[in-house]
């Protein structure tokens, strides 16, 4: 009995969530270009076309290389920070992990806001690299969390051993936390890297008007009506996060990430 | 190693870069926008350094009350909606198999990292009247003919406890996985049901931190920006439709600033709520 209760309670959510999926991905697939469901003909040209037609290709471009520089100079903020607070005692610089977590926790339009003043004020309102350090603030919440976790999940003795042995802190680092380290790394990068391909508001609001990401273009063509290669590009970001958070899962602890990072990050 | 304090000036350099970085891109942003919303507007877009109130005197108005109060009932009620359907769900899942939950948790991302744009885009379509599930009602005889169901304030409510949904369970999920079975286990030994055990054992047990779940739950749903826009119409725009509008397309900075302000002053007070509820917990 409960059985079929919860089958039937986690189809109905899996339906939920499925829904919106489906019906896009039917009408990625219609031969002209009408929105209509079921599919009227089959054609994989919308798919094509996200590469062909040069808007397309240039914000999905503009999107890939926004999401790999921001999400890497995420990381190259957040792991410094993790490891001095791991390393050292000085409870003062936990306000910069407090100021780390309260750009993602705060409603997003409010950083977006933040940060256009500022560009706006500073003179370089526009500019292609505005959005990348625009997003790492953004989401350095994301590595710093997986960071700090799996810095606390370092068995202390260990470096302590290679410390006795006469390792200097640079070769501790090296060969024994970084290894360690290395997983979480790259679980924070992924985060980072598939948030900021998905990005709308920060994007809009420092380079909306010289740049377009995939978001904003999606976002300005539904302004002048429809086209299915919105519905392909859709598939696109939902197969591609699937798939990067499926290789995190595979090559990591998916519920012990989860597991702190709400208890950490809120 | 031990974790020690740091002992030299060079032992704070690994600090330098990140603190440069969190410093001048976010606290100074953020003072400039403080800065901002007490500026003087000018026509045309422009503004100019002043010390004026008018900004936030124009939440006075009975316009910026409605929006103001819609927003917060929107948030309350998307909070809501997910907690209902998300606790009795996380809860199952925790006590599912490994890698049935991987399997969940990697789909629960996935729809949690989609732009708004998309999911704003994905229920538009199933909700519009060539494509949308009318259609199916149709085709099953339920319905004489199909008919568009958006701009509507059920859309928008459904698009955003979409959104919500797996930030949600992906709240809950640390504090169920903690939750002791053993508790459910003498619950059913002595007769419950299993329904009656949920209500009466896991739900008070975990009193606290569904109310810090609602509390997170809102604030996320305050930060809902397109899908208003996308799903309702104007009426169902909310403070931060609102602000991107302002800042946007009426190119009134120094009044969107304001009103950035005004939304942080209310997301920290619930923080600082979250942050009483836990602590009640703990001394519970």
């Keep these: 009995m409960t059985s079929i209760f919860r089958k039937f309670y986690f189809f109905l959510i899996a339906l939920f969530l499925a829904l919106p999926l489906i019906v896009v991905a039917g009408v990625s697939i219609n031969e002209k270009q009408t929105l209509a469901f079921p599919p009227q003909g089959f054609s994989t040209s919308w798919y094509g076309e996200i590469f062909l037609n040069p808007e397309w290709r240039n914000a999905l471009m503009a999107s890939i290389t926004l999401a790999v520089l921001s999400a890497a100079l995420a990381v190259a903020i957040a792991l410094p920070l993790a490891w001095f607070l791991w390393r050292r005692v000085a409870p003062w610089a936990n306000i910069f992990q407090l100021l780390g977590v309260a750009p993602f926790t705060l409603p997003p339009v409010i950083t977006a806001l933040g940060l256009l003043t500022f560009w706006a004020t500073a003179g370089f309102y526009g500019q292609p690299w505005t959005a990348v350090v625009s997003h790492a603030i953004f989401f350095v919440t994301l590595p710093l969390v997986t960071l700090s976790l799996g810095f606390t999940s370092i068995d202390r003795s260990l470096v302590e051993a290679a410390s006795t042995m006469g390792a200097d802190e640079r070769t501790v680092f090296r060969t024994v936390v970084l290894p360690l380290i290395l997983p979480y790394i790259v679980s924070g990068y992924a985060f980072a890297f598939v948030l900021s391909l998905n990005e709308y508001i920060v994007a809009y609001m420092t380079v909306g008007f010289t740049m377009e990401t995939l978001p904003i273009k999606i976002f300005n063509a539904l302004r002048y009506g429809y086209t299915p290669t919105m519905a392909s590009v859709t598939i696109l970001f939902v197969t591609t996060a699937a798939v990067i958070f499926g290789l995190v899962a595979r090559f990591g602890d998916l519920p012990k990430l989860l597991g702190a990072m709400s208890s950490d990050g809120k | ?284």
């Design chain 2, 1 to 284: 190693m031990r974790r020690e304090p740091p002992q030299t000036i060079g032992d704070y350099a690994p600090l330098l870069f990140p603190a440069a970085m969190l410093t001048i891109f976010f606290v100074v942003p953020f003072g400039t926008m403080i800065a901002v919303s007490f500026f003087q507007r000018q026509q045309g877009g422009f503004y100019t350094p002043a010390f004026v109130y008018d900004n936030y005197a124009r939440f006075l108005s009975a316009f910026f009350g409605g929006v103001l109060g819609f927003s917060l009932m929107m948030a309350i009620a998307v909070a809501i909606c997910c907690i209902v359907l998300a606790l009795p769900f996380t809860y199952m899942l925790t006590r599912m198999a490994r890698n049935v939950q991987v399997v969940w948790l990697v789909a629960l991302l996935s729809v949690l990292s989609l732009s708004e744009v998309i999911i704003g885009f994905a229920w538009s379509t199933l909700f519009s009247r060539t494509a949308g599930i009318t259609n199916i009602l149709v085709a099953l005889g339920l319905m004489g003919e199909a008919k568009a169901l958006t701009p509507s304030f059920a859309a928008v409510l459904t698009g955003m406890v979409y959104q919500a949904f797996p930030y949600t369970v992906l709240v809950l999920f640390p504090a169920l996985v903690r939750l002791d079975p053993t508790l459910t286990e003498a619950a059913r030994t002595l007769g419950a049901s299993p329904l009656k055990a949920f209500f009466t054992v896991v739900v008070p047990a975990l009193r606290n931190t569904i109310v810090a779940t609602l509390i997170m739950v809102f604030i996320f749903a305050l930060g809902s920006y397109l899908l208003p826009q996308l799903l309702g119409r104007p009426q169902h725009w909310t403070l931060s439709v609102l602000i991107t509008d302002q800042a946007i397309y009426q190119s009134n900075m120094p009044f969107a600033a304001a009103m950035a302000v005004f939304l942080v002053l209310v997301t920290l007070g619930l923080v600082a709520l979250t942050v009483i509820a836990g602590r009640k917990g703990e001394a519970a």
